[in-house]
């Protein structure tokens, strides 16, 4: 089962900041929080992912509480082509160093001319 | 650098049939994971393959298998076509697993009718 929760759809409108939050109360100390996008039955794209501490690159910042229980992905200028269905997922590492994605129903974005 | 590569792009099989798909990842990674799509359950894993070894296996049937060859090519296999696996599949390659981003291919759309 996914071990986040994500609102299931969210609006904003073009050029203003979007603000995408996700829970994860239940994640352990060495497990990261991965952000993914798929864009119309395309193969999900990877955004950013982070530990602890906040993290920024070209696409989006992300933002971890202190607790961990919960971070949220900024978008800083929504586009149009920014619609799509953004996926907070919480990788787990199994032993060996195997490890697999476990999607959640992730938050449909859509952004409004 | 070239992404990760998914054939055939579309595919319609016939109830009772078997398919093989195939990815080939990013130059240099060595760990492929495959994920089925649906819109009922979602995007869920299937297994992954690190040095032409399962190291990791979803909750499927023993119809679904999967191969990794010497240059970390995957091809993964699904006998006796149920209607029920008509969904997107995708495929992931990462530097090893674990603690390493994976990249998603585009996918390949299978109909089963």
């Known amino acids: 089962d996914a071990k986040t929760t994500q609102p299931t759809s969210m609006d904003c409108a073009e050029g203003r900041a979007a603000n995408l939050p996700c829970n994860h109360s239940t994640i352990s100390g060495n497990e990261y929080v991965y952000w993914y996008r798929q864009i119309h039955s395309q193969g999900p794209q990877y955004i950013i992912h982070?530990?602890?501490n906040n993290e920024t690159n070209e696409m989006a910042s992300l933002i971890i509480t202190e607790d961990r229980k919960s971070s949220t992905l900024i978008l800083p200028h929504a586009t149009l082509r920014d619609t799509a269905v953004y996926y907070c997922?919480?990788?787990?590492?199994?032993?060996?160093?195997?490890?697999?994605?476990?999607f959640g129903k992730g938050t449909k974005l859509t952004v409004n001319p | 650098k070239a992404g990760v590569t998914q054939t055939p792009r579309y595919l319609i099989k016939t109830r009772g049939q078997q398919v093989t798909l195939s990815c080939s990842p990013i130059?240099?990674?060595?760990?492929v994971s495959w994920y089925q799509q649906t819109p009922g359950q979602g995007l869920q894993f299937l297994f992954e393959?690190?040095?032409?070894?399962?190291?990791n296996k979803g909750n499927f049937p023993g119809r679904f298998s999967g191969r990794q060859f010497s240059n970390s090519r995957s091809e993964m296999n699904v006998s006796t076509l149920e209607l029920g696996d008509s969904a997107l599949y995708l495929c992931a390659s990462s530097l090893q697993g674990a603690y390493t981003e994976a990249f998603f291919g585009q996918g390949t759309r299978l109909t089963v009718v």
């Open positions: 393959y690190f040095s032409e070894t399962q190291r």
């Open positions: 982070g530990l602890k």
């Open positions: 997922i919480v990788r787990v590492a199994n032993q060996g160093g195997s490890e697999k994605l476990v």
């Open positions: 130059s240099g990674h060595r760990s």
